[in-house]
């Protein structure tokens, strides 16, 4: 079928304050109160959806930051199903250039923080098309989205303020989460307790706010990630991206030690490393050890005691493997926010106060 593109726009980035704290920092505090909310109303939601037929593909729909959350959510589905049930992870514009996903499909979890995102309402249209079911996970009560799922799981206290978006991403994993675990039964998917480590990342935000102090004149930066930690360097960049415009990109542990480790350089570049397991937190510190000898600025993120092989490295809570994705990135949502504080950037705008970037964000539509 015909796939009409966003037209250009002229957006309104949130201006309204000029300095710490900004919306962005509201928002990432708020997400303890916001994932617990928004668990229990989930809970009581997902009752009435039904399970996806088990002999076909279960989708997880989204782009951007919503992507992210859906890659989260079909990372927790397969194990949960101990993999009888086929899922994918799928963009809404790779969904359009696939339509013949769209005959594998059984059901779809599609994620759309504002309900308006133009590309994955045309992905929507398709699964209409096609007599795929819908959930759609959102936070806003009304929203053309709204108008073409067949239920909805609305996400608690989490209207985004700020562009860079942060509460929207934690909320809707807990509310996928939160759904996994009514169609499995599968009690570690439920995040009814993650409220107390995101509660502890906040507390600890001087030091993030100290790692970026100590990366402040990085301008490149890598962060790695294997397994589940994967789909919280993908949104870490993206994060790192909008609000301190900075270079990030993102690789897999094992695959750093193969290729880009030649790119480290010793004025310019940051590794930071992201460890769910025990494996990948070995071959994450053998990743960092050569880094730091290139010159790079290195950091590890862990489940597990420091090694004390480098000078950062820090603890994170330990929760089920599932809930890693939703809880793993507040360090970089902070790190974000004080990288762009320290260079006198306002996060909340993603850099529509620079001529510049305003103009070119003119010329097209998200």
């Not at 617990?36 to 009435?48: I, M, N, P």
């Not at 005959?103 to 923080?113: D, E, H, L, T, Y």
């Not at 700020?162 to 996994?180: C, E, G, P």
Request: with cysteine.
């Amino acid at each position: 079928m015909e796939i009409e593109l966003p037209e250009p726009q002229d957006p309104q980035p949130p201006y309204g304050r000029t300095g710490h704290p900004y919306f962005m920092h509201d928002m990432v505090c708020s997400q303890p109160s916001a994932v617990r909310a928004t668990v229990t109303a989930a809970e009581r939601d997902s009752a009435s959806i039904p399970a996806p037929p088990s002999d076909r593909t279960l989708l997880f729909v989204g782009m951007g930051t919503s992507f992210h959350a859906a890659r989260a959510s079909a990372w927790a589905a397969g194990p949960a199903w101990e993999y009888r049930q086929p899922v994918r992870a799928i963009d809404s514009f790779n969904l359009l250039l696939e339509p013949d996903q769209l005959r594998q499909a059984g059901a779809a979890v599609v994620f759309s923080s504002s309900g308006e995102t133009a590309l994955t309402l045309r992905a929507q249209d398709a699964l209409r098309a096609a007599g795929i079911p819908q959930v759609l996970v959102t936070g806003t009560g009304r929203s053309p989205s709204r108008d073409r799922a067949d239920h909805v799981l609305l996400t608690q206290e989490a209207d985004e303020k700020a562009w860079v978006h942060t509460v929207s991403y934690t909320t809707a994993i807990a509310a996928a989460l939160t759904l996994l675990h009514r169609w499995t039964g599968n009690r570690s998917l439920l995040p009814r307790d993650v409220d107390g480590p995101l509660e502890e990342l906040v507390r600890r935000e001087p030091e993030w706010r100290k790692l970026g102090d100590s990366l402040k004149d990085r301008s490149k930066i890598l962060i790695l990630g294997s397994g589940p930690a994967e789909v919280t360097a993908r949104e870490a960049a993206l994060k790192l991206r909008e609000g301190a415009a900075r270079f990030v990109a993102t690789t897999g542990v094992e695959e750093f030690l193969h290729g880009p480790l030649p790119s480290v350089d010793a004025e310019q570049t940051a590794v930071l490393a992201i460890s769910t397991s025990s494996l990948d937190r070995r071959r994450a510190l053998t990743a960092l050890s050569a880094a730091a000898r290139a010159g790079a600025e290195v950091a590890l993120f862990a489940r597990h005691p420091p090694s004390g092989r480098l000078e950062s490295e820090f603890a994170l809570p330990a929760v089920p493997s599932s809930q890693t994705p939703l809880v793993d990135i507040v360090p970089f949502q902070l790190l974000s926010y004080w990288l762009a504080v320290s260079a006198g950037r306002n996060p909340d705008v993603m850099g529509l106060d620079d001529p510049r970037i305003l103009a070119s964000r003119r010329l097209y539509g998200i």
